[in-house]
């Protein structure tokens, strides 16, 4: 059974039109990630939250938002997205900082 | 220079060959140490953590050489299935427990 699930699995917004990824997760851990991952790159992380504490990377654009209303649901906003921001976003979980991360399916966006 | 270094790929390897990936890390204060497979598209998935005393499983074994900063991950008898990017990731807790992947190495195992 998946563990962390992220809908969509593929998104295709406008240039400039507002979207919102999601992540759950059936593990109960503490912290939620989010990454982006864009072809042939590493994963960057964009921010994460320790339980309700939200923790920004310095250089995660401001057009990036997120929001953790309880401990399954995360969410991630993207204002106005550019071309440049077409990737994989992936959201992870662990049960404390220190430990194993485990990453949802992600989610493929795309900017038109 | 990259907190995180791996061998450059891709690596092409026949069936049933052993390979070896290594990985070096620039912060001494790190403190966990992962290696993850990616499929292409597909999310990162934590094959194994390394401990200090080194681990097994199956055909996988992990290293880990502090002194040196330095990991390792062997795969003995490849199989197809293990064709991947295969990440070298570390855990730096004094920034908050934030993953630093390495760029990964491709493998590709031949018939």
């Known amino acids: 059974d998946a563990m962390v699930i992220q809908n969509p699995r593929y998104q295709v917004t406008q240039f400039g039109k507002p979207v919102t990824l999601s992540c759950s997760q059936t593990l109960n851990h503490n912290v939620m990630y989010w990454y982006q991952q864009k072809s042939s790159q590493a994963p960057k992380l964009l921010f994460h939250y320790y339980d309700k504490d939200f923790n920004n990377e310095a250089d995660t654009p401001d057009n990036f938002q997120s929001r953790r209303p309880n401990t399954s649901f995360c969410f991630l906003d993207i204002r106005s997205p550019g071309l440049g921001d077409a990737a994989m976003y992936l959201c992870?979980?662990?049960?404390?900082?220190?430990?194993?991360?485990?990453f949802g399916p992600g989610t493929r966006l795309t900017v038109t | 220079r990259k907190e995180v270094e791996q061998d450059p790929g891709p690596f092409n390897v026949p069936e049933g060959a052993t390979v070896a990936f290594n990985c070096t890390y620039s912060n001494s204060a790190s403190q966990s140490f992962f290696w993850y497979r990616q499929d292409c598209r597909k999310e990162p998935k934590l094959l194994m953590s390394v401990y200090s005393s080194g681990n097994e499983d199956g055909r996988f074994t992990a290293q880990l050489n502090r002194a040196s900063q330095y990991i390792s991950l062997l795969i003995r008898d490849s199989k197809l299935s293990d064709s991947a990017t295969y990440l070298c990731?570390?855990?730096?807790?004094?920034?908050?427990?934030?993953?630093?992947f390495g760029q990964g190495t491709e493998l590709s195992v031949k018939p």
């Open positions: 990731v570390v855990n730096n807790y004094n920034q908050g427990g934030k993953l630093i």
């Open positions: 992870a979980t662990s049960r404390d900082p220190t430990g194993e991360q485990y």
